[in-house]
């Protein structure tokens, strides 16, 4: 009996511990999800005017692979290329999001029950305002968490959307370039001049 006590008394200790560590990560995820809010309205906003620089650079990019190559084949290889470096770059920033997605309503969770444990051993001992001030942290922590999660998943849904997008207008470009690049080399006048015309 005394062995589970000591196992009961070292569970409640760590749990216990890990409270302030929890609404350390809430607040730091509340403030990047205000920070990551922020950036997605730019970028609904520069969307909305048209205005995409990811696809911008793309298009840099593409022209630089015309004028540096010659050959079709290896044109394509390094377009194929371009676009899987394009297409990681954008999972990596959206990765992010849905990491929150996960974590947010956790850490909620976490902070709910860590704290409602410490209110119910401090109603045993009959200190009910103990109590009262745990368990409004535990119900805040809820709301933190499942509103962090609730906003990085609307995020994400939206921002999977513009990604697809913007990678079907990515391979849309790149197909244009190599008809244009095709058309040029059946009439056999592929040179510096026939390069700037891909190009434009």
């Known amino acids: 009996m005394q062995l589970i006590a000591g196992f009961e008394t070292f569970l409640y200790i760590f749990s216990s511990s890990l409270l302030f560590p929890v609404i350390l990560c809430l607040?730091?995820?509340i403030f990047w999800i205000?920070?990551?809010?922020?950036?997605?309205?730019?970028?609904?906003?520069?969307?909305?005017?048209?205005?995409?620089?990811?696809?911008?650079?793309?298009?840099?990019?593409?022209?630089?692979?015309?004028?540096?190559?010659?050959e079709i084949e290896m044109i394509k290889l390094e377009i194929e290329k371009l676009i899987e470096e394009k297409?990681?770059?954008?999972?990596?920033?959206?990765?992010?999001?849905?990491?929150?997605?996960?974590?947010?309503?956790?850490l909620g969770l976490l902070g709910t029950i860590i704290p409602m444990g410490i209110a119910l051993a401090?109603?045993?001992?009959?200190?009910?305002?103990?109590?009262a001030s745990n368990m409004v942290t535990a119900?805040?922590?809820t709301v933190a968490g499942l509103t962090c999660g609730t906003i990085a998943y609307v995020i994400s849904l939206i921002?999977?959307?513009w990604i697809k997008k913007t990678l079907d207008e990515m391979e849309y470009l790149a197909k244009v370039k190599l008809q244009k690049f095709n058309k040029i080399i059946i009439e056999g006048n592929y040179n510096g001049v026939e390069k700037k015309r891909i190009v434009a």
Do not use: H
């Not at 922020?38 to 995409?52: D, H, K, Y």
């Not at 297409?87 to 956790?106: H, M, S, T, W």
């Not at 401090?122 to 109590?131: Q, S, T, V």
């Open 27 to 29: 607040i730091f995820l």
């Open 34 to 70: 205000c920070y990551q809010s922020g950036v997605f309205l730019r970028e609904w906003m520069e969307r909305r005017n048209n205005i995409n620089p990811v696809l911008e650079d793309f298009k840099n990019e593409l022209e630089r692979i015309f004028l540096n190559y010659s």
């Open 87 to 106: 297409e990681l770059e954008l999972i990596k920033e959206l990765d992010k999001v849905r990491f929150v997605v996960r974590v947010g309503p956790a």
């Open 122 to 131: 401090e109603l045993a001992k009959g200190n009910l305002p103990k109590m």
């Open 139 to 141: 119900f805040s922590t």
């Open 159 to 161: 921002k999977q959307k």
